[in-house]
């Protein structure tokens, strides 16, 4: 590799961090709704728009969780491996949807793998710095935790029901 290639993957691109009109395109995404102008602009200096072209990984399972994701455009697959059963798809995430909660709970490892499905826009968010905000700002922590806890309740209920559908009766 020459000295002025970058490492990021042909099928992902970045763009700079945040401008004023990606930090007011995050505060109109679903899982910020409600939350205050100020508490929102400390995201600023944490967030930037990534594209990932169809079969590119977002994260993989296993991974260190130290980044969040909202999706503006595409379709994202969430998927899981099951011991002896193999990958088990989870669900498919679209446009308003969150993923990458991991990042707020120790041992900060991801739970799930997210595949880019089509073509897909996101808004990154550093959860490594985003977690040290939350320690500074706890009003910041309180409403983010409360956003992040209906993420897991709604992907521990999808995951519970996708196992369901592929559990033999005889397992039971």
């Given at each position: 590799m020459k000295p002025d290639e970058h490492t990021t993957p042909p099928d992902v691109s970045?763009?700079?961090?945040?401008?004023?009109?990606?930090?007011?395109?995050?505060?109109?995404?679903?899982f910020f709704k409600g939350l205050s102008g100020n508490l929102v602009e400390l995201l600023a200096d944490s967030i930037l728009e990534?594209?990932?072209?169809?079969?590119?990984?977002?994260?993989?399972?296993?991974?260190?969780?130290?980044?969040?994701?909202?999706?503006?455009?595409g379709k994202v697959l969430i998927e899981s491996e099951v011991r002896d059963r193999g990958v088990l798809p989870i669900r498919t995430l679209g446009p308003g949807d969150d993923l990458g909660w991991a990042w707020l709970f120790p041992p900060y490892y991801m739970h799930?793998?997210?595949?880019?499905?089509e073509p897909t826009r996101t808004i990154f968010i550093y959860g490594t710095r985003l977690r040290e905000k939350c320690d500074a700002n706890h009003e910041l922590g309180?409403?983010?935790?409360?956003?992040?806890?209906?993420v897991v309740v709604r992907n521990l209920n999808a995951t519970q029901q996708r196992l369901l559908e592929h559990t033999d009766t005889k397992d039971l």
């Amino acid at each position: 590799m020459k000295p002025d290639e970058h490492t990021t993957p042909p099928d992902v691109s970045t763009f700079n961090p945040a401008s004023s009109e990606l930090l007011a395109l995050t505060a109109q995404q679903p899982f910020f709704k409600g939350l205050s102008g100020n508490l929102v602009e400390l995201l600023a200096d944490s967030i930037l728009e990534m594209h990932f072209k169809p079969g590119a990984w977002i994260y993989q399972q296993g991974e260190s969780a130290n980044r969040f994701y909202l999706i503006l455009e595409g379709k994202v697959l969430i998927e899981s491996e099951v011991r002896d059963r193999g990958v088990l798809p989870i669900r498919t995430l679209g446009p308003g949807d969150d993923l990458g909660w991991a990042w707020l709970f120790p041992p900060y490892y991801m739970h799930f793998s997210a595949c880019a499905v089509e073509p897909t826009r996101t808004i990154f968010i550093y959860g490594t710095r985003l977690r040290e905000k939350c320690d500074a700002n706890h009003e910041l922590g309180y409403q983010l935790m409360k956003r992040v806890a209906e993420v897991v309740v709604r992907n521990l209920n999808a995951t519970q029901q996708r196992l369901l559908e592929h559990t033999d009766t005889k397992d039971l």
